[in-house]
């Protein structure tokens, strides 16, 4: 492992910024300078107070096999990680494990990364969500959460509203017609979306796709033989832009930032709906705290092309990597088993709300919502916008906000969309 003055520029850095950052001995530190008894861990999770009893139980579990090994946890900034990250491949030298989104964050940069095949053999079957960090058919990192675009909606309004709330709509048509009468009933918006920094397009294209493409065009989506210009693609951007237009999200959405304005929407009663997340932050979890779990229902993407099978799109969520400078790979690999280690998923599950990837973990009394996403994992396929280049999803961010604002047309966005797709 190797921690030059470059590195510790980086992460003074991070520090200053965001002040969140920690660090438990001070960079000129004799300690600090690449032994193999240290590890230097990044990632945006180790200085929430809700995931402090999962990184207490993975810490524990490493120790056990490496009493005399220093483990230190640097809390980068989100907004700022991976910019940090990308100086610190640039120069070859930094952390030894870092996290990572699954998909296109990771797939980016594992050139920088060590496969891990041969350290988590034993946990393949115990983990779900390994696709979304994997390239060419080798593991880059082992998964922490599984993520995912489930429909939320609140029953209280439904019912209010004189609908059925164990009956959601079914298909598009429905839905919105329904979300006329609960607006009319109770002056709720239809969807609480926060577009400000681009995010919506990718929770709506994810969540909404299933019920739009066949099956055979999502598996070709998800392999990477994507047409952009069938007209099935189209219709998502087209019901994208046609729920602004007609109002069923909330006012200000290219203004609302997803974290967490638009959470705060749909926990406040002001929509009924809300594409949210499975994973530890605006999910099931939070959603029960103030709406009460018997309110909040999840329902199945409402049908739009007869020829569709609505489904759950999720993939691995998070997940920890082992950069190919650590100087120890064996052990960093076993670090990363501890982070991934029954005991401490258990922990983050019931403490922050994750969807853990630990399909041995019970989590049948988390409430209804929890019970019906497990439910529907089954059958679930990778997210869409998952398989797309981070290098897309940037550009899909700003044309999301075009397409609400009108400034685009969908079919010059999905023709700009499949030019940088093709670029790679």
Not at 117 to 124: F, G, K, L, T
Not at 303 to 321: F, H, M, R
Not at 365 to 384: D, R
Request: include cysteine; charge should be negative.
């Amino acid at each position: 492992m190797k921690q030059r003055a470059l590195w510790s520029a980086i992460l003074l850095a991070g520090l200053v910024t965001a002040g969140c950052g920690s660090a438990s001995e001070s960079d000129d530190d004799p300690s600090s300078s690449g032994e193999s008894d240290r590890l230097v861990v990044w990632d945006w999770k180790s200085g929430e107070e809700n995931t402090a009893a999962y990184f207490e139980q993975a810490k524990a579990d490493f120790a056990e096999q490496h009493p005399d090994v220093t483990v230190e946890f640097v809390a980068q900034p989100f907004e700022q990680y991976y910019a940090l990250l990308g100086t610190a491949i640039q120069a070859g030298e930094g952390p030894d494990v870092v996290l990572f989104n699954g998909g296109g964050q990771l797939r980016d940069r594992v050139d920088a990364l060590l496969p891990l095949d041969d350290y988590v053999a034993d946990d393949r079957e115990r983990l779900a969500g390994w696709e979304a960090f994997s390239q060419d058919g080798a593991v880059y990192a082992a998964p922490l959460t599984l993520q995912g675009h489930p429909i939320y909606y609140n029953k209280a309004l439904y019912e209010q509203a004189g609908l059925d709330p164990e009956s959601p709509p079914a298909t598009w048509d429905d839905f919105v017609a329904d979300c006329g009468t609960v607006k009319s009933a109770t002056g709720a918006a239809c969807i609480a979306l926060g577009n400000k920094e681009g995010y919506g397009i990718e929770f709506f294209l994810s969540a909404m796709g299933s019920a739009v493409l066949t099956p055979e065009e999502y598996d070709a989506w998800i392999a990477g033989d994507r047409d952009w210009s069938s007209p099935h693609v189209k219709q998502i951007f087209e019901l994208w832009q046609a729920a602004g237009d007609t109002g069923l999200n909330n006012e200000g959405a290219n203004s609302t930032a997803m974290f967490n304005d638009s959470f705060a929407i749909f926990q406040a009663g002001d929509a009924a709906n809300m594409i949210g997340l499975m994973s530890d932050i605006g999910h099931w979890k939070d959603f029960n705290e103030f709406l009460g779990e018997e309110n909040v229902g999840v329902m199945v993407a409402p049908q739009v092309n007869p020829e569709a099978t609505p489904s759950l799109p999720y993939d691995g969520g998070i997940g920890y990597a082992v950069t190919n400078w650590t100087s120890d790979p064996d052990l960093a690999a076993d670090l990363v088993r501890s982070l991934t280690s029954t005991d401490a998923l258990a922990a983050f599950h019931a403490d922050a709300g994750a969807i853990v990837s630990d399909t041995t973990i019970d989590v049948s009394g988390a409430g209804p919502a929890v019970s019906t996403i497990v439910s529907e994992l089954e059958t679930g396929k990778q997210a869409l916008h998952v398989a797309l280049s981070s290098q897309t999803l940037e550009l899909i961010h700003i044309l999301s906000q075009q397409l609400l604002s009108g400034s685009v047309t969908v079919d010059d966005a999905v023709a700009q969309l499949a030019a940088s797709d093709q670029a790679g």
